[in-house]
């Protein structure tokens, strides 16, 4: 059996160029960590596992394209409108209409504060 040198989490991340705190954040989550005591140390195998973990997957497009045409128009955002947004603006244009006016625009009176020096 062959023994490994046990590389220092210190040495490990300025070997691979990220801040000492980062790699033993992640090597924790992962379960990669070796601690012995005091000594906090990764297996030189590990690493580039640790390395693959860390990888930000591609994003998806929040919007791949459906049936409906993207027209821009001037003054006007290039979404497109799609019937089944239609409902929702009737429905908040019904509220609006219907809710009760909250104040009086005639019924309020400005009371000039008499301020002496």
């Given at each position: 059996?062959?023994?490994?040198?046990?590389?220092?989490?210190?040495e490990a991340?300025?070997?691979?160029?990220?801040?000492?705190?980062?790699?033993?954040k992640?090597?924790?989550?992962?379960?990669?960590?070796?601690i012995m005591?005091?000594?906090?140390?990764?297996?030189?195998?590990?690493?580039?596992?640790?390395?693959?973990?860390?990888?930000?997957?591609?994003?998806?497009?929040?919007?791949?394209?459906?049936?409906?045409?993207m027209?821009?128009?001037?003054?006007?955002?290039?979404?497109?409108?799609?019937?089944?947004?239609?409902?929702?603006q009737?429905?908040a244009?019904?509220?609006?209409?219907?809710?009760?006016?909250?104040?009086?625009?005639?019924?309020?009176?400005?009371?000039?504060?008499?301020?002496?020096?």
């Amino acid at each position: 059996m062959s023994l490994v040198r046990l590389l220092d989490i210190k040495e490990a991340a300025s070997e691979i160029g990220v801040p000492r705190d980062s790699l033993r954040k992640v090597a924790d989550l992962h379960g990669k960590t070796i601690i012995m005591g005091r000594a906090v140390k990764l297996h030189p195998d590990d690493i580039p596992e640790l390395i693959e973990l860390c990888r930000v997957k591609p994003k998806v497009p929040a919007s791949i394209g459906g049936t409906e045409k993207m027209v821009p128009q001037s003054g006007k955002s290039g979404t497109p409108e799609s019937c089944r947004s239609r409902p929702a603006q009737m429905t908040a244009q019904k509220l609006k209409s219907s809710s009760k006016r909250t104040s009086r625009g005639s019924a309020a009176q400005v009371v000039p504060f008499n301020r002496t020096k």
